[in-house]
């Protein structure tokens, strides 16, 4: 991250982690290879990410930012999953 991170999660098997950021980003990690990004960063938000979290089954991510949306990902693919909840 380039700012401030502002909230880190583990998936449940502990073999991802995921990290926002005041950059804008949600960057997803490799929890057995310290430091190890995987893929590239999710920039689909505007501004800050204030939250991020896996699904129970580490399958999707979901995020809140201050450009007052919520955001649900496919963590494998780091591609967005229909539109942003607008409004938040």
């Known amino acids: 991250h380039t700012s401030y991170m502002n909230s880190v999660a583990f998936t449940t098997d502990r073999g991802k982690i995921i990290s926002d950021s005041e950059d804008h980003t949600i960057r ?49 693919h780091g591609k967005m999953i229909g539109e942003p909840l607008q409004g938040h």
């Open 28 to 76: 997803i990690w490799n929890a057995e290879k310290s430091g190890q990004m995987i893929d590239e960063p999710l920039l689909d938000h505007t501004k800050w990410v204030n939250s991020v979290g896996f699904s129970r089954d580490g399958e999707k991510i979901v995020s809140g930012s201050r450009d007052n949306t919520i955001r649900l990902f496919d963590a494998r």
